[in-house]
């Protein structure tokens, strides 16, 4: 699993994943402007925390029945699961999960997600207010098993991307889909369908009238308001089905029996605002920390510039973003064997204190 951090490193990251072919980062702040983490919005989900997110448990129509029971936090993910009560008009149960904490421009938020196989929308959206009243903006809403013909050739692919500006029932809204074949070629999961692996979505809440969609590292749709968004936005999971032509079509009941296919998993969820640059990071190309050598083989070497603190620790990324090996950091110089990891381009974020360092290893 990935842990989240500051992205005040970002361009060093970018480069070293171009130079491998592959691009999973969150896109450069701007001039004079820093990514800082949002901790209240981010979560590797290694347990359940009830400090930042809970179970609206509203229904939309039938045959929908949220309960509490059907969502939760197992082997580092957030699931929802779809089964079924054959004795109720409301035979699809399922559940939602929302954050406490509200955002609003300008912010980025990303997750991990692998859907459920059934026809149903397995969702990544934000939201404030009632079907009447509402801002919203949906990451992605994906039905990888849609029951009706006409859609089973391309929704398996499609991110489904959309904002919503509603006053009193008049929506402002438009759309901003993506289909993951049109991923740049070298992206090893262009092609892949929703279920079938884990796909990274983000959005870039860029201001009032401004939000550009990403998948997998590479931009994807953009929309752009005629309203103005006014409300701060809470995030949403949650997998839901309806018997209609827009939504690819109802759920196939015995696919809510097989626990193969019937659940939407997510890996991790990191969320950023976007803050002024200030005295603690006008120093960020200082150098922090020395790693070598590079190439490296089997053992390599963190130097630390500055003074340990005692919670120091070197994260490496591979390619995809995920994260691969942990380990504290015990000296000013400290040997870390990579020797189970495969060749290829990885990143090191070094994180001593208050001080992040980022560094390309090419592993042979």
């Given at each position: 699993?990935?842990?989240?951090?500051?992205?005040n490193?970002l361009?060093?990251i970018?480069?070293?994943l171009?130079?491998s072919g592959?691009?999973?980062a969150?896109?450069a702040?701007p001039?004079?402007?820093?990514?800082?983490?949002?901790p209240?919005?981010?979560?590797e989900?290694?347990v359940?925390?009830?400090?930042?997110?809970?179970k609206p448990l509203?229904n939309?129509?039938?045959?929908?029945?949220m309960?509490a029971q059907n969502?939760?936090?197992?082997n580092?993910?957030?699931w929802?699961?779809?089964?079924?009560d054959?004795?109720?008009?409301r035979?699809?149960?399922?559940?939602?999960?929302?954050s406490f904490?509200?955002?609003?421009y300008?912010?980025?938020?990303?997750?991990?997600?692998?859907t459920?196989?059934?026809s149903?929308?397995?969702t990544?959206?934000m939201?404030?207010g009632?079907?009447?009243?509402r801002d919203e903006i949906?990451?992605?809403?994906?039905?990888?098993?849609?029951?009706?013909p006409?859609?089973?050739?391309?929704w398996?692919f499609?991110m489904?991307?959309?904002?919503?500006?509603?006053?009193?029932?008049?929506?402002?809204r438009a759309?901003?889909n993506?289909d993951?074949r049109n991923?740049?070629?070298q992206?090893?999961?262009r092609?892949?369908k929703?279920n079938?692996?884990?796909?990274?979505?983000?959005?870039?809440w860029?201001?009032?009238?401004n939000?550009?969609?990403y998948l997998d590292?590479e931009?994807a749709g953009s929309v752009v308001t005629?309203?103005d968004?006014?409300?701060?936005?809470n995030i949403?999971?949650d997998?839901?089905?309806?018997d209609?032509?827009?939504?690819?079509?109802?759920?196939?009941k015995s696919?809510?029996s097989?626990?193969?296919?019937?659940t939407?998993?997510?890996?991790?969820v990191h969320t950023?605002?976007?803050?002024d640059a200030?005295?603690s990071?006008?120093?960020?190309?200082a150098p922090?920390?020395?790693?070598?050598p590079?190439p490296?083989?089997d053992?390599?070497?963190v130097?630390l510039?500055?003074?340990?603190v005692d919670?120091?620790?070197?994260?490496?990324?591979?390619?995809l973003?995920?994260?691969?090996?942990?380990?504290k950091?015990?000296g000013?110089?400290?040997?870390?064997s990579?020797?189970e990891?495969s060749?290829?381009m990885?990143v090191a974020?070094?994180f001593n204190?208050?001080l992040?360092?980022?560094?390309?290893?090419i592993?042979r």
């Amino acid at each position: 699993m990935k842990n989240y951090c500051t992205m005040n490193f970002l361009s060093l990251i970018t480069l070293s994943l171009l130079m491998s072919g592959q691009m999973y980062a969150q896109p450069a702040p701007p001039q004079g402007k820093v990514w800082e983490v949002v901790p209240s919005l981010s979560d590797e989900f290694d347990v359940w925390n009830d400090s930042k997110w809970w179970k609206p448990l509203w229904n939309y129509g039938e045959p929908v029945m949220m309960l509490a029971q059907n969502s939760g936090v197992t082997n580092g993910n957030l699931w929802i699961k779809a089964t079924l009560d054959n004795s109720s008009n409301r035979w699809f149960e399922t559940s939602r999960v929302m954050s406490f904490t509200q955002i609003s421009y300008p912010m980025y938020t990303e997750c991990k997600m692998r859907t459920a196989h059934i026809s149903a929308y397995n969702t990544f959206w934000m939201n404030n207010g009632d079907i009447n009243n509402r801002d919203e903006i949906d990451m992605c809403e994906n039905n990888s098993k849609p029951s009706i013909p006409s859609r089973q050739a391309d929704w398996p692919f499609l991110m489904q991307s959309q904002y919503f500006i509603t006053v009193a029932t008049n929506d402002d809204r438009a759309k901003g889909n993506f289909d993951n074949r049109n991923l740049s070629p070298q992206n090893p999961l262009r092609g892949v369908k929703w279920n079938e692996d884990y796909h990274t979505i983000g959005v870039w809440w860029k201001d009032k009238n401004n939000m550009q969609f990403y998948l997998d590292g590479e931009p994807a749709g953009s929309v752009v308001t005629n309203r103005d968004f006014t409300r701060s936005l809470n995030i949403i999971w949650d997998l839901w089905t309806i018997d209609a032509p827009w939504s690819g079509g109802v759920a196939v009941k015995s696919d809510l029996s097989d626990d193969q296919i019937n659940t939407m998993y997510v890996d991790w969820v990191h969320t950023y605002s976007l803050e002024d640059a200030n005295l603690s990071v006008t120093d960020i190309n200082a150098p922090k920390s020395v790693v070598y050598p590079n190439p490296v083989t089997d053992i390599v070497h963190v130097n630390l510039i500055n003074q340990i603190v005692d919670d120091a620790v070197v994260r490496i990324y591979d390619n995809l973003g995920q994260l691969v090996k942990t380990e504290k950091l015990q000296g000013q110089d400290n040997q870390i064997s990579i020797n189970e990891l495969s060749t290829g381009m990885y990143v090191a974020r070094i994180f001593n204190g208050d001080l992040v360092d980022s560094k390309s290893i090419i592993k042979r």
